[in-house]
């Protein structure tokens, strides 16, 4: 079952602007993670971010997390061309091992 | 550095052959998936193992089992593959202690004929 929904689904940006991405899910969660997917390519874990955290950084990435609207955003600061690749949120709940994809954000950088 | 290896980056069979997808991991850990990512589908969860010997059906078994003889290795087999398998197949692991944080292989391009 798909948990998590990005919106928007497909964005374009130049580059140096910043990119904002939106993941919704369903249920209770233990925490989020994103992870990017470059074409063709197997998924690279980017940030998790825990469910009793609001907020959380790493270099030019910034997680939010709402537990009471059940959303998360995503936002890559000064974008740049090698940023082109999709992006994935995934929701891990209490005491699973699994982790639920959302059907992904298609991010393309403009040069 | 986790490294998960998948044994081929593209692979094309004919309706009806049996196909073993093959996942490597060098990291100790407990728990391997198998997915498949269709466009606007997003990956879906074949079967995980969260032990050697241990398996558990995800969102989608049908057509498809798994193997897990040793920790380090996850095997996927389509047992008489048909058209309807054509797609991505991603292996992930991950340890049990922790974040649930995947390691991805870099994926399996299928192509059934």
């Known amino acids: 079952s798909q948990q998590g929904e990005e919106d928007p689904q497909a964005l374009s940006i130049q580059e140096g602007e910043n990119a904002t991405m939106n993941c919704s899910y369903k249920?209770?969660?233990?925490?989020l993670q994103w992870y990017r997917q470059n074409s063709g390519r197997g998924l690279v874990h980017l940030i998790l971010?825990?469910?009793?955290?609001r907020e959380k950084h790493s270099g030019r990435l910034r997680v939010t997390l709402d537990t009471s609207k059940k959303s998360s955003s995503l936002l890559i600061t000064a974008s740049r061309a090698a940023d082109t690749a999709s992006y994935f949120c995934?929701?891990?709940?209490?005491?699973?091992?699994?982790?639920?994809f959302g059907t992904g954000t298609r991010l393309t950088i403009i040069p | 550095d986790v490294k998960v290896t998948q044994s081929s980056r593209y692979l094309v069979k004919r309706t009806g052959e049996k196909v073993f997808l093959e996942c490597v991991q060098d990291m100790d850990h407990e728990n391997m998936f198998w997915y498949r990512q269709d466009p606007g589908l997003g990956l879906r969860l074949i079967y995980f193992?969260?032990?050697?010997?241990?398996?558990e059906k995800g969102d989608i078994p049908e057509g498809y089992s798994v193997s897990r003889e040793k920790k380090e290795r996850f095997s996927l087999i389509l047992e008489s593959a048909s058209t309807n398998q054509t797609s991505m197949y991603l292996c992930a692991s991950s340890t049990r202690t922790g974040s649930n944080i995947q390691y991805f292989g870099a994926g399996t391009r299928l192509s059934v004929l």
């Open positions: 249920t209770s969660i233990n925490n």
């Open positions: 193992s969260y032990d050697v010997k241990m398996k």
């Open positions: 971010i825990r469910s009793n955290e």
């Open positions: 995934a929701t891990a709940d209490f005491g699973n091992e699994k982790l639920t």
